[in-house]
């Protein structure tokens, strides 16, 4: 009987305890979570590779903004004012030299509509320096239907593919933007807020940020490895919570540097260019190239893909981190890596048929999503809904890979502490 009394007093004594054991816990959590971002903050090196993107990103802004003084809308107009006159030169020099009025009918026909569509450039030039660009945009519009539509219609077999796509795909982005009344901007070299912030993600993402997430992610992941030696396991706490903390840390930590970048970047190209609009049309790949998406879309659909990638490329580098325990060593192994891959995987002919199924894949978010990639590759299965999927897939591999080690290495701990 006394022994019952006893073993229901223990009993009640240890549920007791229960909410206790329960806060200290949660304490100690909150002393890791600390922990972790002190280590990381107080780390003045980890701050090197954010500056150094924050610094691409300026510097892509200047560039572009450069390159379209040259290069952009208006630029082309005045390129193309000049081309026709140089044209009209030579006409006129054929009708000078022509000795029948037969031989310059020719050269005088061709002579006229080359003034046409000078003076039609030449306006469009003026209504556009007015930044009227939907009456300006209807004159290139004129102009493209007057003089390349033709030329695809009656000659088409002296137009080569490339050609034929680009006039229609000019066509269809000049119609929505009159439609919009927007200033277009040069494709891939994008000045305006919105736009930019899209080339930012497009052009970005595969190299620079992969680049600075992984180093930045391979420091956090080392800070706590002293000659091999991990001080995790001095925390008195089970270490799959510790995983979950840092790892979930370091993602918030990768997508928040992220997002100011493209904060700062769209910020930056708002100030000196505009913002434009979120309904800003991009042109999809396609046959025809008569497809169009808008800017808000492409960011919509383009930040849960790469905050995925991200969330996989974290679990990646903590992982080979972990194996290696060598900063410099795991540096090197991690962008060799994701940097290599990310930047050859839809160049490599023989694995076209099967990169839909590799996650590094889907790392060139933007081509994936305007269908450059499938192009590109002729893997029509490279899309967004197939990105999440292979990608969800692949963070749970690695992430069934992490417990495995944990498991290995717990099982080591309690080996070294029994002996």
Same mark, same amino acid.
């Given at each position: 009987?006394?022994?019952?009394?006893?073993?229901?007093?223990? $009993?009640?004594?240890? +549920?007791?305890?229960?909410?206790?054991?329960?806060?200290?816990?949660?304490?100690?959590?909150?002393?890791?979570?600390?922990?972790?971002?002190?280590?990381?903050?107080?780390?003045?090196?980890?701050?090197?590779?954010?500056?150094?993107?924050?610094?691409?990103?300026?510097?892509?802004?200047?560039?572009?903004?450069?390159? $379209?003084?040259?290069?952009?809308?208006?630029?082309?107009?005045?390129?193309?004012?000049?081309?026709?006159?140089?044209?009209?030169?030579?006409?006129?020099?054929?009708?000078?030299?022509?000795?029948?009025?037969?031989?310059?009918?020719?050269?005088?026909?061709?002579?006229?509509?080359?003034?046409?569509?000078?003076?039609?450039?030449?306006?469009?030039?003026?209504?556009?320096?007015? +930044?009227?660009?939907?009456?300006?945009?209807?004159?290139?519009?004129?102009?493209?239907?007057?003089?390349?539509?033709?030329?695809?219609?009656?000659?088409?077999?002296?137009?080569?593919?490339?050609?034929?796509?680009?006039?229609?795909?000019?066509?269809?982005?000049?119609?929505?933007?009159?439609?919009?009344?927007?200033?277009?901007?040069?494709?891939?070299?994008?000045?305006?807020?919105?736009?930019?912030?899209?080339?930012?993600?497009?052009?970005?993402?595969?190299?620079?940020?992969?680049?600075?997430?992984?180093?930045?992610?391979?420091?956090?992941?080392?800070?706590?490895?002293?000659?091999?030696?991990?001080?995790?396991?001095?925390?008195?706490?089970?270490?799959?919570?510790?995983?979950?903390?840092?790892?979930?840390?370091?993602?918030?930590?990768?997508?928040?540097?992220?997002?100011?970048?493209?904060?700062?970047?769209?910020?930056?190209?708002?100030?000196?260019?505009?913002?434009?609009?979120?309904?800003?049309?991009?042109?999809?790949?396609?046959?025809?190239?008569?497809?169009?998406?808008?800017?808000?879309?492409?960011?919509?659909?383009?930040?849960?893909?790469?905050?995925?990638?991200?969330?996989?490329?974290?679990?990646?580098?903590?992982?080979?981190?972990?194996?290696?325990?060598?900063?410099?060593?795991?540096?090197?192994?991690?962008?060799?890596?994701?940097?290599?891959?990310?930047?050859?995987?839809?160049?490599?002919?023989?694995?076209?048929?099967?990169?839909?199924?590799?996650?590094?894949?889907?790392?060139?978010?933007?081509?994936?999503?305007?269908?450059?990639?499938?192009?590109?590759?002729?893997?029509?299965?490279?899309?967004?809904?197939?990105?999440?999927?292979?990608?969800?897939?692949?963070?749970?591999?690695?992430?069934?890979?992490?417990?495995?080690?944990?498991?290995?290495?717990?099982?080591?701990?309690?080996?070294?502490?029994?002996?």
């Amino acid at each position: 009987m006394q022994e019952m009394k006893f073993s229901i007093y223990a $009993i009640t004594s240890y +549920q007791s305890l229960i909410p206790v054991f329960f806060l200290m816990e949660q304490t100690l959590m909150r002393s890791y979570s600390k922990f972790v971002i002190k280590t990381t903050l107080r780390n003045k090196f980890n701050f090197i590779p954010v500056i150094l993107l924050i610094g691409v990103t300026l510097f892509l802004l200047i560039m572009n903004t450069s390159a $379209i003084k040259k290069q952009g809308y208006k630029a082309s107009i005045q390129q193309n004012i000049a081309e026709t006159n140089s044209l009209i030169n030579v006409y006129t020099k054929n009708i000078n030299e022509a000795k029948t009025s037969k031989d310059r009918e020719i050269p005088y026909r061709a002579r006229e509509q080359a003034k046409q569509v000078r003076s039609d450039n030449q306006l469009s030039l003026e209504l556009a320096t007015q +930044q009227k660009w939907r009456s300006s945009l209807k004159v290139q519009l004129q102009i493209i239907n007057a003089t390349d539509m033709q030329t695809i219609k009656h000659h088409p077999s002296s137009v080569s593919p490339d050609y034929i796509s680009s006039v229609y795909a000019t066509r269809t982005l000049y119609k929505r933007l009159i439609k919009l009344n927007l200033r277009p901007d040069v494709v891939g070299m994008e000045t305006q807020g919105f736009p930019f912030t899209l080339r930012m993600v497009d052009v970005l993402f595969p190299v620079a940020v992969v680049l600075v997430m992984v180093t930045l992610l391979t420091s956090v992941f080392t800070q706590t490895f002293i000659d091999h030696i991990d001080l995790d396991d001095m925390w008195p706490l089970s270490r799959s919570k510790l995983i979950f903390t840092k790892i979930g840390f370091s993602v918030v930590f990768a997508f928040a540097i992220y997002l100011v970048c493209l904060v700062l970047g769209f910020v930056g190209a708002s100030m000196i260019n505009g913002s434009s609009s979120l309904d800003y049309p991009i042109v999809m790949v396609s046959n025809s190239s008569t497809d169009i998406i808008s800017v808000r879309t492409l960011l919509l659909q383009s930040l849960p893909l790469q905050l995925l990638c991200i969330i996989f490329m974290t679990m990646c580098v903590y992982l080979i981190t972990y194996l290696i325990r060598n900063r410099l060593a795991a540096m090197f192994m991690n962008v060799l890596i994701f940097c290599g891959a990310s930047l050859s995987v839809l160049k490599i002919e023989p694995i076209s048929h099967m990169v839909h199924l590799l996650p590094f894949s889907y790392f060139n978010t933007i081509n994936v999503l305007t269908k450059q990639a499938a192009h590109d590759t002729g893997n029509q299965q490279l899309t967004f809904a197939t990105g999440i999927w292979v990608l969800i897939f692949w963070i749970a591999v690695i992430g069934v890979l992490i417990a495995v080690v944990n498991w290995v290495h717990s099982r080591r701990l309690q080996h070294r502490t029994v002996s």
